[in-house]
């Protein structure tokens, strides 16, 4: 039996969960915790797994765990899933990502949880939460524009604002920047280069 | 080859399906190799990152569709024993896909050549009756629009650059366009996928890649050569030269220490 929320209930991540304090879920029994409270502590454990590339955000905040849910296990316990997905196909920190939680719930008591791939839905820029977009900017990556990449703009660079002047005077350097998800571009009035985070 | 190396399955046990799967993962990983011997020689620092990062897309497109093909076979093989310890004649790509870097105008043809077919056929594949397939193609469609963003962007440029670089990218298109006519020519493989719902008919999808890559063409100031008959036939397991050398440099390190790991 498998119970939770799966990805298509939370499409957000989880900004809810965000807001709520780790410091009131002590390290102990969760057997006897509530099905939601023990779900939401998750979801915070996984809110403080930073981004290997981009520590300012976390898994979640990035939108790459798709569920927490129990099953029951053989000998009638239950064990934790979480689902992850990955931004790129081939980005090499998927599995750094993989090593940071699975290390990160040992330390809060689920030694035994499984971190499974999910593939569909596909990853989407989309699924970055309003927090993640704050925290990305004030750490001087500009966040993705909301429109999804199409072949229409085959020929153009989307106009994307400077994350510390503001200025929409700016211009792409590359396509492909530091890592599989962020583009290299120039801001043409404070003359300051800097990433950005691209649709996707 | 000793017998008891795994490296080459006989045909016979490979079903169709497992073969349309490694045909699509191997242009991917062949493709994906051939950028990663750009990485530290590009032209620009821009340009060196962004092979990288094609590359990158590519060989974990190739490690989906190859781990999923190894499933499939049921011989016990992943997708690192089938990158790492197969021979160039169990290889399945494109032809195209293994042809030699040379300059950068040569790889960014050969890359808008293959781009815009992988667009064509993960755009019908996202609607394969296979769902983790479609899984896969509705995964690699979003990167394959910006690799051909950056290859198309590129044969503009160059097409439409300086003589020499437009001499150069002509040279290239001329000297590639021959392997082209095996993207599309279907076999008994592809034509029993399509009759399956797994993947697009090819037929189907030939125009739209023509149509686009005649876009390309036509703002980049190049000539789209004259079509050649079929006589390449990478995705049957029959390469040019190339590869062998290729794969050579790719697999040293697992064939000289099998099973290393780091």
């Given at each position: 039996?498998?119970?939770?929320?799966?990805?298509?209930?939370?499409?957000?991540?989880?900004?809810?969960?965000?807001?709520?304090?780790?410091?009131?879920?002590?390290?102990?029994?969760?057997?006897?915790?509530?099905?939601?409270?023990?779900?939401?502590?998750?979801?915070?454990?996984?809110?403080?797994?930073?981004?290997?590339?981009?520590?300012?955000?976390?898994?979640?905040?990035?939108?790459?765990?798709?569920?927490?849910?129990?099953?029951?296990?053989?000998?009638?316990?239950?064990?934790?899933?979480?689902?992850?997905?990955?931004?790129?196909?081939?980005?090499?920190?998927?599995?750094?990502?993989?090593?940071?939680?699975?290390?990160?719930?040992?330390?809060?008591?689920?030694?035994?949880?499984?971190?499974?791939?999910?593939?569909?839905?596909?990853?989407?820029?989309?699924?970055?939460?309003?927090?993640?977009?704050?925290?990305?900017?004030?750490?001087?990556?500009?966040?993705?524009?909301?429109?999804?990449?199409?072949?229409?703009?085959?020929?153009?660079?989307?106009?994307?604002?400077?994350?510390?002047?503001?200025?929409?005077?700016?211009?792409?350097?590359?396509?492909?920047?530091?890592?599989?998800?962020?583009?290299?571009?120039?801001?043409?009035?404070?003359?300051?280069?800097?990433?950005?985070?691209?649709?996707? | 080859?000793?017998?008891?190396?795994?490296?080459?399955?006989?045909?016979?046990?490979?079903?169709a399906h497992?073969?349309y799967?490694?045909r699509?993962?191997?242009?991917?990983?062949?493709?994906?190799?051939?950028?990663?011997?750009?990485?530290?020689?590009?032209?620009?620092?821009?340009?060196?990152?962004?092979?990288?990062?094609?590359?990158?897309?590519?060989?974990?497109?190739?490690?989906?569709?190859?781990?999923?093909?190894?499933?499939?076979?049921?011989?016990?093989?992943?997708?690192?024993?089938?990158?790492?310890?197969?021979?160039?004649?169990?290889?399945?790509?494109?032809?195209?896909?293994?042809?030699?870097?040379?300059?950068?105008?040569?790889?960014?043809?050969?890359?808008?050549?293959?781009?815009?077919?992988?667009?064509e056929v993960?755009?019908g594949l996202?609607d394969s009756t296979d769902?983790?397939l479609?899984?896969?193609?509705?995964?690699?469609?979003?990167?394959?629009?910006?690799?051909?963003?950056?290859?198309?962007?590129?044969?503009?440029?160059?097409?439409?650059?300086?003589?020499?670089?437009?001499?150069?990218?002509?040279?290239?298109?001329?000297?590639?366009?021959?392997?082209?006519?095996?993207?599309f020519a279907a076999d008994e493989v592809d034509e029993a996928l399509a009759a399956a719902g797994v993947a697009p008919p090819l037929a189907e999808l030939q125009?739209?890649?023509?149509?686009?890559?005649?876009?390309?063409?036509?703002?980049?100031?190049?000539?789209?050569?004259?079509?050649?008959?079929?006589?390449?036939?990478?995705?049957?397991?029959?390469?040019?030269?190339?590869?062998?050398?290729?794969?050579?440099?790719?697999?040293?390190?697992?064939?000289?220490?099998?099973?290393?790991?780091?």
């Amino acid at each position: 039996m498998v119970s939770g929320q799966t990805s298509a209930d939370r499409p957000q991540g989880c900004e809810s969960a965000l807001g709520v304090g780790r410091a009131q879920f002590p390290v102990g029994d969760r057997e006897g915790l509530p099905a939601g409270d023990r779900e939401r502590q998750v979801w915070n454990v996984l809110g403080s797994v930073p981004d290997p590339e981009i520590p300012v955000l976390s898994v979640v905040d990035l939108g790459i765990v798709r569920h927490v849910r129990w099953s029951v296990g053989a000998d009638r316990r239950s064990v934790l899933h979480v689902g992850i997905t990955p931004t790129y196909s081939g980005c090499p920190a998927t599995e750094v990502i993989r090593h940071a939680i699975e290390t990160m719930l040992a330390e809060e008591g689920y030694a035994d949880a499984v971190v499974e791939d999910v593939l569909s839905p596909p990853w989407t820029s989309d699924w970055l939460t309003e927090e993640g977009r704050r925290k990305l900017e004030s750490f001087g990556i500009a966040p993705p524009l909301q429109a999804v990449s199409s072949p229409r703009h085959l020929f153009r660079a989307p106009v994307v604002a400077c994350p510390r002047c503001a200025s929409r005077a700016t211009e792409r350097v590359s396509e492909f920047g530091s890592t599989p998800c962020k583009a290299h571009y120039r801001c043409t009035s404070c003359l300051e280069p800097f990433d950005y985070f691209k649709c996707l | 080859m000793s017998v008891t190396s795994p490296s080459n399955t006989p045909v016979a046990v490979q079903s169709a399906h497992c073969r349309y799967l490694l045909r699509l993962g191997d242009t991917s990983l062949v493709l994906g190799q051939r950028l990663a011997e750009w990485v530290g020689h590009s032209p620009a620092l821009e340009e060196d990152l962004g092979l990288a990062n094609l590359s990158l897309d590519l060989i974990g497109q190739a490690r989906l569709l190859l781990s999923y093909a190894g499933e499939l076979e049921g011989q016990g093989r992943d997708e690192d024993a089938l990158a790492f310890l197969r021979d160039a004649p169990a290889f399945l790509n494109l032809t195209l896909a293994e042809q030699p870097n040379g300059d950068f105008g040569r790889t960014i043809v050969r890359q808008c050549l293959l781009d815009a077919w992988q667009l064509e056929v993960y755009a019908g594949l996202v609607d394969s009756t296979d769902t983790r397939l479609a899984g896969i193609a509705a995964k690699a469609i979003k990167e394959t629009r910006y690799h051909l963003r950056f290859s198309s962007g590129w044969v503009v440029r160059l097409g439409d650059g300086t003589q020499e670089s437009h001499r150069r990218v002509q040279d290239a298109l001329n000297e590639m366009w021959r392997f082209t006519t095996e993207l599309f020519a279907a076999d008994e493989v592809d034509e029993a996928l399509a009759a399956a719902g797994v993947a697009p008919p090819l037929a189907e999808l030939q125009p739209r890649w023509s149509a686009r890559i005649d876009e390309v063409l036509q703002e980049a100031t190049l000539v789209r050569p004259a079509a050649v008959p079929y006589q390449w036939h990478g995705k049957r397991g029959v390469h040019t030269e190339h590869l062998g050398h290729m794969l050579a440099e790719m697999q040293h390190l697992q064939r000289t220490y099998p099973g290393a790991q780091w």
